[in-house]
Each structure stands twice: as C-alpha cells, then as structure tokens.
C-alpha cells in the first residue's frame, strides 16, 4: 500500500484542474477586445505584413495610410448558433479591430498592394530607394575652380 501525503486544499486544485475554467468568468477585468495578430516580415525588396483575420468578411476590412502611419481596422461579426440551452462558453472575440504601423520614410504608397485569402490579409510595401550619395570633389586650396580652368585654358 502507497502512502500517499495529505495536503490542504488539494482536492480543490484537482477539482480546478480537471474541470479547467469551464465556469469561470473574469471578475474585475476589463471586457477583452479583438485584435488580429500581425507579423511584418522584412524581404529584400519589401516589407510583408500578415495579419490573422479569421471570419472576417474582405469588405468589412480596410487599410489606409495616412502619412507614414498604415492602419488596418475592420470589424468581426457576433455570430452565435442557436442551440437548445443557450451558449454555455465563448471565447472568440468579436467586434471592430484597428491595428496601425509606422512606415519608413519615402515609401511609395501608391505601390502598397493587399490581398485577403483563407483568413489571412497579406500587404506588401515596397522598400523606398536608398538616396543615391553624391560625391563632392575637393579642391586644394589655392587651386581654381575646374570652371574657371577650363576659361583660363590658352587659345591655340
């Protein structure tokens, strides 16, 4: 036979355990809002962002930029089956979403393209050019300016 070390309060933990928190609700906590997860993914040309928008019709979703802020906001339908007894757990999240980021500067926005498909909204922004780097020549001091050579040059 197994002697097995009695401790206060554990039948409670077990009860908790198997049974999860199947009849909790959160007390003293604000109401949770939906926000889709985002990934921005850097490429060699591109940036791509995803973000999760599972249930999410393509017309209820739009993307705006604003300066170099790009906002995706949107908004998910409450959709509940009617079954005898009513609901006796939710957890998915619904209602309007707004998710915004910062772009680098000089992106050409007129360039952003955005697909929707399976759940999954997928922008691409292109990288902006790097600024091509002008060289400046220095001249030694007392020397003229190549202009001023080129008028000085003799008349042959």
Do not use: C
């Amino acid at each position: 036979m197994a002697v097995v070390r009695w401790t206060p309060g554990r039948e409670v933990s077990d009860f908790n355990r198997i049974f999860g928190t199947f009849f909790d609700t959160p007390t003293g906590s604000a109401p949770r809002r939906w926000a889709p997860a985002v990934d921005v993914v850097e490429q060699a040309d591109e940036y791509l962002v995803k973000a999760d928008l599972p249930g999410v019709a393509e017309d209820a979703v739009s993307i705006e930029v604003d300066g170099r802020v790009l906002t995706i906001s949107g908004e998910r339908s409450e959709e509940h089956a009617s079954e005898a007894g009513g609901i006796r757990r939710s957890e998915r999240l619904h209602g309007s979403f707004r998710r915004s980021l910062t772009l680098p500067r000089g992106v050409e926005v007129e360039k952003i393209t955005a697909r929707h498909e399976n759940g999954v909204l997928e922008i691409r922004i292109p990288k902006p050019q790097a600024p091509a780097v002008h060289r400046v020549q220095i001249n030694g001091a007392g020397a003229p300016e190549p202009k001023e050579q080129a008028e000085q040059a003799p008349a042959a």
